[in-house]
């Protein structure tokens, strides 16, 4: 083969880019011809049909028009305890959307922070003997360092207690005011300062909030209240319209009953207490935590600046917050109605996740099974961290944890399917192509074209289930695609053509690891650094590990170009004796 001739990686691409052809096939039936057809009949939800809008672009929804600028927030996390497993997963989850969107090449602003007003910060900063916002500072600082070791990719971390943002805050009081929607009052009632919400007396159970939290009693004071009532009606008619703001179903059931059964007006001030954003105009009040805790996601955006060309024009509304099944009530009811009242466009959507519980018990630190992400990230790795944490669960659902499920998983689909397969794939290249991606290739065969198919159809599927925040599917379409390329290569058995047919050998080397390109380009979100290690066994170049460079012609991998000798990706973990009852 003419192929053969070419000795050096340059030359080889040079060659490939003159005929614009891949090495495996006659210019006639081209891999991504054979490709395209075949993912136009596996995905429910389409890209736009010019290629050109492609590179742009994940499959669009009802939601989301899958090009445009996209803000993704995660809740700020209150500064009264250290980080746990509840705010990686949150983090985590949103990480993995955030950079899906920019590898399909959208303009992403992700956005992450801490929320450190209210009663439970300010109390929890007198018990441990500081001043608030010594106390704020520190602990934010924890939250930040988490992110930074799980390697989550936020472009801000905006904190409450930040001059603008309580700016900000008042700007909306002061709208809100203005329109209307506020009006002085006095209230007396349930209060539980662990989940800063105000209970009726018709939610307590046993004496408790629903969510088990105690309460206490808030002694007749004065107070300012949003005009929640008016909103009824436009709330569940806004429901009605767009259906896919709230998700999951089940959840957003959940929002609907709840508004149907009578919103009243809510109280957003208080006086008993100073650690919050002073009321403007009236300084014995602070606001209510939550209003100020959710205008960060329009704060960190400069608002009140709305200016055409600023960033809140740019990327207001935001096209998803993801936030825990427990707060969806204020994001769902509270942050739509508040906006609603201030004349501003409503987010485009609002996606509730479940909570891990810890062998089968709800975590908490009374109980003492708190899971620190710390400990995992030490014991784990990162990437097997991250994987874990997204496959494990149906996003959305809640998920149960244990160490013999996080071993048992890591072994299995990565270190044995996915690093394997790799080690197996760059050995026998290494070892019998001349340390080099092999170059005289014959023709394909079915077996070749269907499994090159599947990898050109893998990411329109990873695409249409991260659009609809369905993480659990597009890590399985991940994993079933390195299980159909095992299948393949021991199918293929490699290691016995090499004896018979160094054609046919090489033919299916470079079938996988024109697969495992695919397979490495997209784990880049959920994966970052083992991706981009077995993308740089493969010689993938930095500069073409986009979504974009999946389908082109000349980004595939290169025969000809020199392999490195292959070092593991994964570790193994040892499974630990199973504690007898
Ligand atoms: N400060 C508010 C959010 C304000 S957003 C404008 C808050 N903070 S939090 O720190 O208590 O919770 C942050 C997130 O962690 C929530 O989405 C919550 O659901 C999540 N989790 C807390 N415990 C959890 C688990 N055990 N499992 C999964 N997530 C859980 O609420």
Not at 147 to 174: G, P
Not at 223 to 235: A, C
Not at 287 to 308: F, H, K, Q, R
Not at 336 to 365: C, V
Request: with cysteine; hydrophobic share 35%; glycine share 6%.
């Amino acid at each position: 083969m003419i192929l053969a001739l070419l000795s050096s990686a340059p030359a080889a691409r040079a060659f490939m880019q003159s005929r614009k052809v891949s090495p495996l096939l006659p210019p006639s039936a081209s891999l991504a011809q054979a490709a395209t057809t075949t993912h136009r009949k596996i995905a429910p939800v389409s890209f736009p049909s010019s290629s050109e809008s492609r590179l742009y672009s994940v499959p669009s929804t009802p939601f989301d028009d899958g090009k445009s600028p996209f803000e993704i927030t995660t809740p700020i996390y209150y500064v009264n305890d250290k980080p746990h497993i509840g705010h990686a997963y949150t983090s985590l989850a949103c990480d993995v959307i955030a950079r899906y969107m920019r590898h399909s090449g959208r303009d992403v602003f992700f956005l992450s922070g801490t929320d450190e007003h209210g009663q439970k910060v300010e109390t929890t900063a007198k018990n441990a003997g500081m001043d608030p916002q010594s106390f704020c500072d520190e602990v934010s600082q924890s939250f930040r360092d988490l992110l930074t070791l799980l390697n989550v990719s936020n472009d801000d971390f905006i904190r409450t207690t930040e001059s603008h943002h309580k700016e900000a805050v008042q700007h909306l009081w002061k709208t809100l005011m203005d329109k209307g929607a506020i009006y002085l009052g006095s209230y007396e009632g349930w209060y539980s300062v662990r989940d800063e919400c105000y209970y009726n007396e018709s939610e307590l159970v046993d004496g408790k909030a629903p969510t088990g939290a105690e309460v206490e009693w808030v002694k007749k004071e004065d107070s300012y209240f949003f005009k929640l009532s008016d909103y009824e009606d436009k709330l569940l008619e806004y429901y009605e319209s767009h259906p896919d703001l709230l998700a999951p179903v089940s959840r957003k059931n959940e929002v609907v009953s709840f508004v149907k059964g009578g919103l009243k007006d809510l109280s957003i001030s208080r006086t008993t207490f100073d650690w919050g954003v002073p009321v403007p105009g009236d300084d014995d009040h602070v606001m209510y935590v939550w209003i100020d805790a959710l205008t960060n996601y329009m704060s960190a955006l400069g608002y009140p600046n709305m200016e055409e060309g600023s960033k809140f024009d740019k990327y207001w509304p935001a096209s998803l917050h993801i936030v825990g099944k427990d707060i969806l009530r204020f994001h769902a009811v509270y942050w739509p109605a508040f906006l609603m009242a201030a004349g501003l466009p409503l987010p485009k959507r609002i996606f509730a996740h479940g909570w891990w519980t810890k062998d089968g018990e709800k975590i908490s630190k009374s109980l003492g099974n708190v899971i620190d992400p710390v400990d995992l990230v030490e014991t784990y790795g990162v990437d097997p961290t991250r994987f874990f944490l997204m496959a494990e669960v149906n996003f959305g659902s809640d998920g149960n944890f244990s160490d013999e499920k996080m071993i048992y998983k890591i072994n299995a689909n990565l270190s044995n399917e996915l690093g394997n397969l790799n080690q197996r794939i760059m050995t026998l290249v290494f070892k019998n192509c001349n340390k080099a991606v092999p170059v005289e290739m014959g023709e394909l065969t079915d077996e070749d074209k269907k499994i090159l198919a599947t990898a050109a159809s893998l990411r329109e599927r990873t695409g249409t289930a991260i659009s609809t925040q369905s993480i659990h599917e597009y890590v399985q379409h991940m994993v079933s695609m390195v299980w159909d390329a095992n299948k393949y290569i021991d199918v293929q058995a490699p290691w016995v053509l090499k004896k018979t047919d160094t054609e046919r050998m090489n033919t299916v080397l470079y079938v996988l690891m024109e697969v495992m390109r695919h397979v490495a380009i997209l784990y880049q979100p959920l994966m970052p650094t083992s991706s981009n290690v077995i993308l740089d066994q493969l010689g993938v170049p930095e500069n073409e590990r986009e979504f974009e460079h999946l389908e082109k012609e000349e980004c595939k991998i290169l025969p000809g170009r020199e392999v490195s000798k292959p070092k593991a990706v994964f570790p193994r973990f040892e499974v630990p004796e199973p504690v007898s009852a």
